[in-house]
């Protein structure tokens, strides 16, 4: 993943923090904004590995902090939720000036009821989704409890959340009171996705349903069921970034313009970031992926591993070639299943067995045949399997040649 740490300017001219993710090539077919909850930041991990799957899936995506809160400018305690959906134009204007606009609007908990009102104002966006939202505004009170008698007679309170204080004028409060968020979905004409948890304890699950009811086609309900409101497991919010990019891409136009892109028959990319560990976002060919190692040596098991995909490579070369043989030949053979598996192993005529600088890359591959074939058949087939390009090509003398560009 290429992230860059990038800033703007909100309607008040205050600076903004911000985090724009952009895919393996660093080509998005699409931009995506992404709006956090109330008083969280960009930073918080649910955010981060929703952006992390959309990019895995061709996406860029920019996360940014809300005036007063993270890294950005700004008091909170004077900020409000109009101001939040602002921030969201201005976030959406600096993408149309530096890369394109964006056309996927996604929105946690409150954030989700801000891109809805932002979608009247951005004409890019196509697709909303919405992680866990109210359907009223007016829902964030509740958060206040015993505080909103001192907020409405002294005109503010100071506000502990989640560990934290914040100062909640009335200001706040009387702008929730303006908004009407059904009917706002009433009126728009955008393809909507909302995700939620039965098991939410911050907002019911009902507030999906009543978001539902007011939107127009097409829409989608996806559950997430034994998630919390703030989706505090990995799976949880990885599942959440991986259905939104799948449901998106129905909706947006996801082809890219390559020209710039370095072009080759079996071009790959592969970006990682120094905080991402072994995860690393792939491009291979016109497809998005990922790559990673194994718990036992320190990754996530995210994706497969370099030589799981090389493995892969030979398994699927070989079975290509099998079938294509088997249809000139116009023999019956039904399928092809090849398991490759990857080690250092010794040379079978080794002499000298017990050194194990002597070990060399080895590929185990089995194969089976379904069909009616005959022996012949067979063992010209496995013979066969030994000419795919890809074995051909662990077997010959290559090259690598390298070069740093800009």
Known sequence: MNSQKIS?????GQTLAGKLELPANAKPHNFALFAHCFTCTKNLSAVRNIAKAL???GFGVLRFDFTGLGESEGDFENTNFSGNVEDLVAASDYLAKAHQSPTLLIGHSLGGAAVIFAAEKISSVQAIATIGAPSNTNHVKHLFKSDLEVIQTTGKAVVN??????????????????????????NLRKAMLIMHSPQDTIVGIKNAEEIYVAAHHP????????????LMKQEDSLYVGQIIATWANRY????????????????????????????TQMKVGSH???????HSFGGKDFGPSPYEFVSAGLSACTAMTLQLYAKRKKWPLENVEVHTSYSKS???DCENCEDQ???????????KLTGILDSTQKQRLLEIADKCPVHKTLHSQTQVVTKLVQ
């Open 8 to 12: 703007f300017k909100n309607k008040d």
């Open 219 to 230: 829409k989608s309900f996806v559950t997430l069921d034994g998630a919390d409101h703030l």
């Open 55 to 57: 990019t895995a899936n």
């Open 346 to 348: 010794h040379a079978v």
């Open 357 to 367: 600088s002597l070990k060399i890359d080895t590929f185990e591959r089995e194969i």
């Open 288 to 294: 998005h992926m990922i790559a990673d190692e194994p």
């Open 252 to 279: 947006l136009n996801s082809s890219v313009d390559e020209s710039t892109v370095l072009q080759s028959e079996h071009h790959v990319v592969a970006s990682l970031d120094k905080e991402d560990d072994f995860t």
């Open 161 to 186: 959340l989640s560990g934290r204080d914040f100062t909640i004028k009335k200001q706040f409060l009387d702008d929730l009171e303006t908004k009407s968020l059904t009917e706002t979905v009433k």
